[in-house]
């Protein structure tokens, strides 16, 4: 169905920022939430950002929400993940999910069995 690639990772020093672009196909896009997870090396992949179908809807995770933002651009299906202010810890790899809006229950976005389609992710290095 609807197809992702990631760009836009890369090497950074501690307080910097990246902007990761998410470039999705795919007919059914515009009724898709596309979301961005994460995985560090040795952890599990956790939920980073959303932004719902309709683009109303913006959810963070909560240790980083002052720090992101999320938007959508239907004319060039394509996802963006404004990242500042980076932290070592921040050091992951980051992937992109696209899931059918109508999948989500309770509006919950953080479960990533809940996302069909995924990216093959962009590296993220923070340096100290």
């Known amino acids: 169905q609807v197809q992702v690639v990631e760009s836009g990772g890369g090497l950074v020093q501690a307080g910097g920022s990246l902007r990761l672009s998410c470039v999705a196909s795919?007919?059914?896009?515009?009724?898709?939430?596309m979301a961005w997870f994460r995985q560090a090396p040795g952890k599990e992949r956790e939920f980073v950002a959303v932004?719902?179908?309709?683009?109303?809807?913006?959810y963070y995770q909560d240790s980083m929400k002052g720090r992101l933002t999320i938007s959508r651009d239907n004319a060039k299906n394509t996802v963006y993940l404004q990242m500042n202010s980076l932290k070592p810890e921040d050091t992951a790899v980051y992937y992109c999910a696209a899931g059918p809006q109508t999948a989500f229950y309770e509006g919950d976005y953080t479960r990533a069995e809940k996302y069909r389609n995924w990216g093959q992710g962009t590296q993220v290095t923070v340096s100290s």
């Open positions: 795919g007919r059914t896009f515009s009724t898709s939430a």
């Open positions: 932004i719902t179908a309709s683009g109303r809807g913006q």
